[in-house]
């Protein structure tokens, strides 16, 4: 009996003292630190030996110039299976360390894990800590979660707080996403969504689906490729500029296309199946428009991908599918909200969708979760009404954009021709302005930020006309 009370009250002093430690950690502030949940494509090195796994560096074009020369001039002189041919090449060379296996799991372990925790600076002018979470976006988006806990559970500790706020980007919503469907949302403070891609991206499920269309879109991809965040270098950025005033890129996609109709599903089994599209965090892009058809093209029958296909069925149907009911659930938890879409530009020109308005990568009506759009390059008719009548006006004063629809029309912002990859360098202020807010903002409360705005050099400007 003596020794059972004697460990009973041992365990009684240490849970005194490591409850004690725990309030002496405990912050009083009324600002709750932030993660940063970053989008897809950050830099990945390899466990262990740190060598570089993506993006390929400028050292690493050097051995395949060659085969990427005679690929263009093969394209170019209608050789479209040489043309097919040097690019696999050239390009299993330069993604090696990229992909995963047939269930998904990375052939080259990324070191995230290894690196720890660093704080970030995402917001400069502000004394809001924020914390950048490091995760591999070739994994399994409810993996990735589970580190998310843990990353959660790290900053709780060294900063005492018990509520923590997220700033999520692109794919960062997937995450988020798939942390409340398995974690709930007790804990977290608010959420700001910066053009998510919970719904899907129209372009991977396109080409998923064995789609491949560039047509006469010029124009389009010499849009697209000048705003690519890693084209910094001028030389490159100028060449991009006089190759699509000098209408160079409308030739060289009148060209490809013949290539991609010929050559497309060959080059997707070949090259693309195994270097891409067993990477589960690629298909949390895939829309549920295209998700079943996409798998039945890249996958069929082929039993080699069952666990896989688990794997990509857990996400989709276990979140992006549910995705309005999980984010409902979490702000009548307490989980304030905030929505911030792009529109105004045309999607990227390869998908038969890149006519939508979206933020170059992203359609709007995906984004948003559910407004409807004009076409890009034409307005709502003269004759639409809002759809949904809630007493406040959700038309777009340009007639681009109707907002009523969206899941959550109240909590939703636009903002006209800003770049998709520009959203988290952007517009600071309004950003830390949703963070602020002690209850749920809406797209009411602040009328230096409506619904519709549009980017006018550093500033957010009201949508007029």
């Not at 919503?173 to 409340?180: G, N």
């Not at 549920?288 to 688990?310: C, H, M, P, V």
Request: net charge negative; hydrophobic share 40%; glycine share 6%.
């Amino acid at each position: 009996m003596k020794r059972v009370v004697s460990i009973l009250l041992a365990f009684c002093l240490v849970f005194s003292l490591s409850g004690t430690a725990f309030a002496a950690n405990t912050c009083n502030c009324d600002k709750s630190p932030i993660i940063y949940v970053r989008g897809f494509g950050a830099p990945l090195y390899a466990s262990q030996t740190n060598e570089k796994i993506y993006p390929p560096e400028k050292a690493d074009f050097e051995p395949v110039m060659a085969k990427i020369v005679f690929a263009a001039l093969f394209l170019l002189g209608g050789f479209y299976r040489g043309f097919a041919d040097l690019a696999m090449q050239a390009a299993e060379k330069l993604f090696e360390k990229v992909p995963c296996d047939d269930t998904g799991v990375p052939i080259v372990a990324s070191n995230v894990l290894e690196m720890g925790y660093p704080s970030a600076d995402y917001h400069k002018s502000d004394s809001l800590r924020t914390y950048d979470f490091p995760y591999d976006w070739r994994v399994d988006p409810m993996e990735t979660a589970q580190q998310l806990r843990n990353f959660v559970r790290h900053v709780e500790r060294v900063t005492g707080h018990s509520k923590i706020s997220f700033v999520c980007h692109s794919m960062g919503s997937v995450i988020f996403a798939s942390y409340l469907a398995q974690y709930g949302s007790d804990g977290v403070d608010s959420v700001v969504f910066l053009a998510p891609a919970f719904e899907g991206v129209s372009i991977m499920g396109s080409l998923l689906s064995g789609e491949a269309d560039i047509g006469d879109k010029g124009d389009e991809v010499t849009m697209f490729l000048q705003s690519l965040p890693m084209l910094t270098d001028a030389r490159v950025k100028k060449a991009v500029d006089v190759s699509g005033k000098l209408r160079l890129i409308h030739l060289l996609l009148r060209r490809l296309q013949p290539a991609l109709d010929f050559q497309f599903v060959r080059v997707f089994r070949k090259f693309l199946r195994p270097t891409f599209v067993t990477m589960p965090g690629i298909w949390s892009f895939v829309s549920d428009r295209y998700y079943e058809r996409a798998k039945a093209f890249s996958f069929g029958s082929d039993k080699q991908y069952t666990e896989l296909i688990r794997k990509l069925d857990r996400y989709h149907y276990g979140v992006q599918t549910r995705l309005v009911d999980l984010l409902r659930v979490a702000q009548a938890n307490g989980m304030k909200m905030s929505i911030v879409s792009g529109y105004g530009i045309s999607s990227m020109p390869l998908s038969y969708e890149h006519t939508m308005q979206s933020d170059i990568l992203i359609a709007t009506a995906d984004s948003s979760i559910g407004a409807i759009c004009a076409p890009f390059g034409e307005t709502l008719p003269q004759s639409h009404v809002q759809s949904v009548e809630d007493g406040h006006d959700h038309i777009s004063a340009d007639n681009l954009v109707d907002a009523s629809t969206c899941a959550f029309p109240e909590q939703t912002w636009f903002i006209r021709d800003l770049m998709h990859f520009n959203f988290p360098y952007e517009n600071e202020a309004f950003i830390l302005w949703l963070f602020r807010q002690k209850t749920q903002p809406t797209v009411q409360t602040n009328a230096q930020y409506p619904q519709f705005m549009r980017q006018v050099g550093d500033d957010l400007l009201p949508v007029t006309e």
